[in-house]
């Protein structure tokens, strides 16, 4: 029996669909490619990441239609998945603000498909978008995984509740 609020007229509320949702943890991941105009590293930071299927491989993430990196990551024939580590707070603050050089003191190294992988992830998945969903106030990106592999050890970023944290 549900305990919360109904709308009354169809409509549910924002933030409580926010708190609601709030309360299933999520990865969080940065979505980077080398921007084709500039040559510049360019990424955002993503807490809506999954596996889609292993044959083919494919992975999801969502990105808000406002996002202004998008567009400069999309421009890559191939962008990364990198998975961050409980550590990289900071990295994703970073990547998740607007504007400004998000990889200012940021040290990566090159995927095979030329990309930032983060110094300190856990993996990075090198992929190619498949298919673009509109979806609300996001995109569903569809990815084909053409390379992964691990990168450093630790525990995983996690969302949970408004906040980040690790997973012990």
């Given amino acids: ?15 409580r669909f926010r708190q ?27 807490n809506s990441f999954t596996s889609v299927s292993l044959d083919p491989p494919l992975v999801a993430f969502c990105v808000a239609h406002t996002s202004t990196s998008w567009p400069r990551v999309r421009g890559a024939r191939v962008v990364t998945v990198n ?8 990295v994703c603050a ?36 498949e298919a673009e969903h509109p979806a609300g106030d996001h995109t569903i990106v569809v990815a084909r995984v053409l390379q992964l592999d691990t990168h450093a050890d630790g525990g995983p970023l996690v969302f949970f509740q408004g906040g980040y944290g690790g997973f012990r």
């Avoid at 609601?20 to 993503?46: H, K, M, N, S, Y």
């Avoid at 998975?83 to 900071?90: D, G, I």
């Avoid at 050089?101 to 990309?115: I, Q, R, V």
């Fill in 1 to 15: 029996m549900p305990t919360g609020p109904t709308p009354a007229n169809g409509h549910l509320d924002s933030r």
């Fill in 20 to 46: 609601v949702l709030g309360r299933f943890a999520t990865g969080v991941v940065a979505i980077t490619a080398l921007d084709p105009r500039d040559a510049q590293p360019c990424g955002l930071a993503a």
């Fill in 83 to 90: 998975v961050l580590a409980e550590h990289q707070r900071e």
């Fill in 94 to 129: 970073q990547l998740a603000s607007r504007g400004g050089d998000k990889f200012a003191g940021l040290e990566w190294s090159g995927s095979p498909g030329g990309n930032p992988v983060l110094e300190g992830a856990l993996a990075w998945l090198d992929c190619v978008v």
